[in-house]
C-alpha cells in the first residue's frame, strides 16, 4: 500500500460521493492527518486509543441517529444524531417566519394609511420573532451548526467570569434623572437613588444572567460549590419577582384583567411558542413557568380583598395564608397529580410532575420573602422620607424608627457582613446537591438578603450602577430561554459550534473565537425578540391602541420601497390596500379582534389547543 495506489482510490470515492450520494466516513482519515504518532510502528495501523476513538465514531453514526429518531425529545446527543423529519407544525411556523419575514421586508411598500390592519412596526415584530425560532430550529434541530460536548475547566471558567467582570465594571457609570419632567430650570439633573432602583435589580439581574450562562455552558454544575452559588443566584430572581409585582400591586392597586394578561403573555410568548417549532414541552423552560407560577399566586394574593392592603395586619396575614396553601399543594395535596392528568387527558400536554414540584419546592417561600421585603420597604420609606407625618406616627414603634434611622441602618449594614459568611459557612458543610436543596426554602433569604442591604449601604453604592449588567438584565428572561439552541445545543446538554474548534487561529484561539462569534449572534436575538415580545403583547391586549404605541416606538423600520412606489403620489400610497372583498373581509375581522379582551385571549388557547391535539 502505497501514496500511489491509495490517492486515486480517494479521489474516485470523492468523486463518487459528489456525484451520487454515496456516504463515505471521512472522518476516519481527517483524524489520523498529519498526525504520525496516530499510527504503530508499522506505519499500516492506528494505535489503540485512536482505534478505539475511530470504533466510537462508527457506533454514534449508527446508534446515535438510532435513538434519537426514536426517542425524539430531549435531543441530547452532539454527534451523529439524525434528526426526525419536520412535522406540519414545524413546517408551518418555518412558512410562517419566511413569509413575516418577506413582509417585514417589504413591510412600506405595502403599508397603507386609512386601512387599519398591522402596523410596519408590529409586521416587523412578527418578522422577529419568526426568524429566532426559525434560527432556533436551524441551530439545534438541523446539521446546519455542529454540537460539542461540554467539558468542564476552571481555566474556562474563571476566564470567562474575569472577562465578564472587567466588562461590566467598565461600563459602570451613575444613576440619573431629574426631580420633575416639568422641571427645566435646572441645568443639572437630580440624583435619584431608591432602595432597589430600576438601574439597580436590572444590574443584578444581568450580572447574575452572565454567573448562570457561563454555568451552563461550562458545565460547571458537576462542580458543587459553584452549584450552591448559582441556586442561590436563581432564588434572587424569584425574590424579585415577589418584590417588584408587590411593589406594583401595593402603590398602584391595578388588578385588571388586562393587565395580568399581559404580564402573562410576556413571560410566556416565547417560551409556548418554542415547543411547537423544536418538539420540546413547556416546562422544559423552566424559568418562564416558574415566574408566572409566582406571578399568579402574588396576584392572587394582592387581589383577593385588595381594599384591606392598606391594613397591615390584614396583609401579613393573607400572605400567611397563601404561603400555607401554596405549601400544602407542592408537599401535603395530590393538586398538581390531578391538574397535569387532566391536562393530558384533554390537552395531550405530557409534563413531568415530579420535575416541576421539585422546582417549585426549591424556592418554595423566597417569594414570599420578596413580598415581605416590598411591604417593609414601602412603609419605611414612608416614615423616614415624608415631609408629613403620618396619622399613625403617634405609634411608639414609628416614633423611634423615625429618631433611630441612621443607627439601625449602621447596625443592618454590620449585621449583613457578619451573616453572609457565616452563611456560605453554613452551607460548605453540605457534601450533596441533595442535602443543601434541602436547606435552601429556609436559608436562601439570608445571603439574599445580605446582599440587598449591603449594595444599598451608601448612597454612592445606591447611585451607581453596571450598564452592561443592566442592559442584558432586561432581556434576562429572553437570554434564558433563547441559551437552549442558540448558545447551548442538544437541548442544554453540548454547546453549539460554527466549527472552528480544533482549527488554529491566532485570535484567542479558535475556541473561544467560535464562542464570541456565537455569543454575539445569541445576545442580538435576545434583544430583538424582547422589543418583539412587547409589541405583539400590546397588539393582543390592546389592538385598539396599537397604532398609536407602534408610532410612539423607537425601533427604527427597515428603509425598504420598492421602485414602483417611487411613482405613487402620497394620495395614492395612502389609499392603497385591500380591495372589495378583502377590505370588507379585513375589517371584519379587524372588528371581531378588537371585541373584547376575552374572545382574543379564548382564541389563542384555542389555537395552542388545536395544535396540541392534531401534533404529528
Known sequence: MTPARIDPMNEYMSNTSAQHGMKVLWSHSLMTRENDFAYDESGLHVVENVAARKVDVVLNMRCNAELTMKRGFPF??????????????????????????????????FYVGPYKGPTPNLIHACMKLGLALAYCFLADRTQVFSKVQKQFTYPDFFILCAIVLVLGFASIGRSK????????????????????????????????????????????????????????????YLFMTGYGNTIFFYQKSDYSSKRYAKVMLQYNLLSCLLPYMMDTHYLFYYFAPLVSFWYLVVYLTMRIHHDANTRLPVLLAKIAVSSFLVTSLVKWTPFFEGLFWLLEHTCRIKWDVREWKFRVGLDLYIVYAGMLAA?????????????????????????????????????????ASILLPAFWAFAYQFTTKADYNKWVPYISVVPIGCFIILRNSTDYLRGTYSKLFAWLGRYSLETFTLQFHIWLAADTNGLLSLGLRGRKFALLGSKYLDLTLLSVIFLWMSWLVAGATVKITHWIIEPEDCERFMQEDQTPVLPVVFVSDIRLSEAAVRNRGPKGIWRRAAAAVEIFWKKSLEIRLALILLLMWILNIVWL
Request: aromatic letters at 12%.
Open 375 to 415: 411591604i417593609l420597604c414601602s412603609k419605611i420609606s414612608l416614615i423616614v422620607n415624608s415631609h408629613h407625618v403620618p396619622a399613625e406616627a403617634e405609634s411608639p414603634l414609628i416614633s423611634f424608627i423615625r429618631r433611630q434611622w441612621s443607627k439601625i441602618r449602621i447596625y443592618s449594614i454590620i449585621a
Open 76 to 109: 441530547n446527543k452532539t454527534s451523529c444524531s439524525a434528526y426526525e423529519h419536520r412535522h406540519m407544525i414545524q413546517a408551518s411556523l418555518l412558512v410562517f417566519s419566511l413569509v413575516m419575514s418577506f413582509l417585514g421586508w417589504g413591510a412600506r411598500s
Open 177 to 236: 434623572t431629574r426631580s420633575s419632567a416639568s422641571d427645566t430650570t435646572s441645568e443639572d439633573p437630580v440624583v435619584i437613588k431608591p432602595f432597589l432602583s430600576r438601574d439597580q435589580t436590572d444590574e443584578w439581574k444581568g450580572w447574575m444572567q452572565f454567573a448562570i450562562l457561563i454555568y451552563h455552558y461550562t458545565g460547571a454544575s458537576k462542580v458543587l460549590w459553584i452549584y450552591k452559588i448559582i441556586r442561590i443566584l436563581v432564588a434572587s
